[in-house]
Structure formats: structure tokens, C-alpha cells
T-cell receptor, first 112, second 114 residues
Framework: DAKTTQPTSMDCAEGRAANLPCNHS???????VYWYRQIHSQGPQYIIH???NNETNEMASLIITEDRKSSTLILPHATLRDTAVYYC?????????????FGDGTTLTVKP | EAQVTQNPRYLITVTGKKLTVTCSQN?????MSWYRQDPGLGLRQIYY???????DKGDVPEGYKVSRKEKRNFPLILESPSPNQTSLYFC?????????????FGPGTRLLVL
């Protein structure tokens, strides 16, 4: 799996968009970008994933640069409940590979 | 309700006393995995299983055992726990199709080894 780099921490004002960057400059052509988040010490929760097109679901949007070397997770209207650690992971999708690596993620703090 | 369950949620034990943490999923997932998380760090994979009777080591397998006799269950066994295994443990399973793709995590088990 390609290595990812994320900032250690970020702050965001409540109601504003939270933009979380992830660098994955060594990503391969068949690797997807996945985002998870972990609130307090709960089990991580899947948010979204994408290959090269921008993706949106009910939780967030994922913007992937044209060269696929970086991406941004966007929480359009952050709330206090979005305070969590956010993990960016890259993985091959159509694979039976079982190994999975989570980095240290970005701690997002949403402030009133 | 689709879920991954772990038991117990909290466990205090002493060095050397064998213990098992159970994990069960009701989503018919083929892939299951165990992770540990230490304070301020991300998740590190201990073991994973691609299907019944198929298991393999993750990044930190030392001191742990697993088994996969049934599709829904993937217990984590500590034969002789030591204090450095004090940690927060998560079990996860993956959506159909195999592999560590979209993973669904259990609520976690906090283990303290004295």
C-alpha cells in the first residue's frame, strides 16, 4: 500500500467547511483513496473512497487531484460531533490482499 | 442490525493468564481482522483472515493467536498476556468481495494486563 501523509492536527469553526488534506505521492494507478474517522476511542467508521473522480456522499466529499498524488476530504458544515481523528488510506480495490495499515491520522477539532 | 460485536468490552487481567477476546459479525463478511491501538497512535494490524481456516499475520502478531473456524467468528487469543499488551483492541470485517476494503469495526475492547 502507498504511504500517506496527513497533518497531525487541525481546527475548524463550527458550521464552516473542514478541509482535511492527504498526500499520497506514491499512489499506484489501481489504488483507491479511503477515508475513515474515529470518534473518541470508538471503532473507526468508514466515510468515503474514490479512485480519480471526485466523490460525494451524505457524510462528506472527496476531492482527488488530477495527478492523484493528493486528496482532500471535505466536511461541508462541520459540527462539534465531527471532532475526531481522520485517517486517509490508499489501497488496491480489486484485491484479496488482507494487510491494512492505518497511519496516525489527523485530529480534527471543531470549535464553537 | 448489521454489526461487529466484541466481548468483553473491558478486561483487567494478570500477566500470564490466558484470555480470549471474541469477535462476531452478522454481515456474512469473508474478511476479518484484529487491530490494536495504543495512546496517541493509529491502528496496527495484528492478524487477519480472508476466509474460514485462512489466517495471516499483520504488522504486530507477536504474542497473539487467532482462529477462524466459522465465518462469523474470529477470536483473538493471548496465551500468556504481558503488560505491553495493554491496549485498545478492535475487530473489523470487510464488505463482500474479500480484502481489506471497506471495513466495519467493532466497538473495541480495553485490555489492562497487570
Amino acid at each position: 500500500d502507498a504511504k500517506t501523509t496527513q497533518p497531525t492536527s487541525m481546527d475548524c469553526a463550527e458550521g464552516r467547511a473542514a478541509n482535511l488534506p492527504c498526500n499520497h505521492s506514491t499512489i499506484s494507478g489501481n489504488e483507491y483513496v479511503y477515508w475513515y474517522r474515529q470518534i473518541h476511542s470508538q471503532g473507526p467508521q468508514y466515510i468515503i473512497h474514490g479512485l480519480k473522480n471526485n466523490e460525494t456522499n451524505e457524510m462528506a466529499s472527496l476531492i482527488i487531484t488530477e495527478d492523484r498524488k493528493s486528496s482532500t476530504l471535505i466536511l461541508p458544515h462541520a459540527t462539534l460531533r465531527d471532532t475526531a481523528v481522520y485517517y486517509c488510506i490508499v489501497r488496491v480495490y480489486n484485491t484479496n490482499a488482507g494487510k491494512s495499515t492505518f497511519g496516525d491520522g489527523t485530529t480534527l477539532t471543531v470549535k464553537p | 442490525e448489521a454489526q461487529v460485536t466484541q466481548n468483553p468490552r473491558y478486561l483487567i487481567t494478570v500477566t500470564g493468564k490466558k484470555l480470549t477476546v471474541t469477535c462476531s459479525q452478522n454481515m456474512n463478511h469473508e474478511y476479518m481482522s484484529w487491530y490494536r491501538q495504543d495512546p496517541g497512535l493509529g491502528l496496527r494490524q495484528i492478524y487477519y483472515s480472508m476466509n474460514v481456516e485462512v489466517t495471516d499475520k499483520g504488522d504486530v502478531p507477536e504474542g497473539y493467536k487467532v482462529s477462524r473456524k466459522e465465518k462469523r467468528n474470529f477470536p483473538l487469543i493471548l496465551e500468556s498476556p504481558s503488560p505491553n499488551q495493554t491496549s485498545l483492541y478492535f475487530c473489523a470485517s470487510s464488505s463482500p468481495g474479500g480484502g481489506a476494503k471497506t471495513q466495519y469495526f467493532g466497538p473495541g475492547t480495553r485490555l489492562l494486563v497487570l
